[in-house]
């Protein structure tokens, strides 16, 4: 047997283990550095599309915010009121005068310079409700008259009774039944005035109560 033939063949196979062995490394280090090379490209689109989400979360509240905002009051009325409302024999601000509101029912409203169209000596009560039309609950409205309240008795209502309301002041007011916040025996007005934030005339607003009003400096 020629010796130097098998130490030959050993060389060469050697060699060739060898090369397969550098062949396998070069495939695998080119599809770690490939996967490198994509995996930021990956995290940034997931990070895109998360950001693109929450932007369109954010608009998506910001819309039913305001939608919510749509339930609040009316401030302007017909101006007709209850058969049986007496009006004030001398009150502090008679009718046709004007007076500065100090009341911050609704924007707008604190600050400006009302004139008043009618004053009634009578019961106001602050109330809480949750409206017919399935709207959220209306906390401390101020004010309904004892003369707004269905099958009203004769003595004034107390802290803590149920009332059924027969104000319209908003849409879903009228029918609703309402717990009693506190009472105020007082003179209560009806008076017109012109928005502060908006320009906007108000007419008939009912109701503002004596001590929510004072002399126009």
């Known amino acids: 047997m020629n010796i130097s033939f098998l130490k030959g063949g050993k060389v060469m196979n050697k060699k060739l283990m060898m090369g397969v062995t550098a062949l396998f490394m070069s495939v695998v280090l080119v599809a770690c550095s490939g996967s490198d090379d994509t995996a930021p490209n990956n995290d940034a689109d997931i990070k895109n599309d998360s950001s693109e989400n929450m932007e369109n979360n954010g608009e998506s509240d910001s819309t039913d915010e305001t939608d919510n905002s749509d339930m609040d009051m009316d401030p302007s009325s ?31 409203m604190e600050g400006a310079v009302a004139t008043i169209e009618g004053a009634y000596d009578t019961i106001a009560y602050a109330v809480t409700y949750t409206p017919t039309d399935g709207e959220e609950k209306v906390e401390n409205h101020k004010w309904v008259i004892h003369e707004e309240i269905e099958d009203a008795k004769e003595e004034p209502y107390n802290q803590g009774d149920e009332v059924v309301l027969e104000a319209d002041h908003m849409e879903g007011m009228e029918g609703a039944t309402a717990e009693v916040d506190s009472a105020e025996d007082t003179t209560v007005y009806m008076v017109s005035y012109e928005d502060t934030d908006n320009g906007e005339k108000v007419e008939n607003h009912k109701w503002v109560i004596e001590d929510e009003l004072s002399p126009v400096e």
Do not use: F, Q, R, T
Not at 85 to 103: G, T
């Open 78 to 108: 017909s101006g007709e009121v209850p058969d049986d409302l007496d009006e004030a024999e001398d009150p502090n601000y008679p009718v046709n005068s004007e007076a500065e509101i100090k009341a911050d029912h609704m924007e707008g």
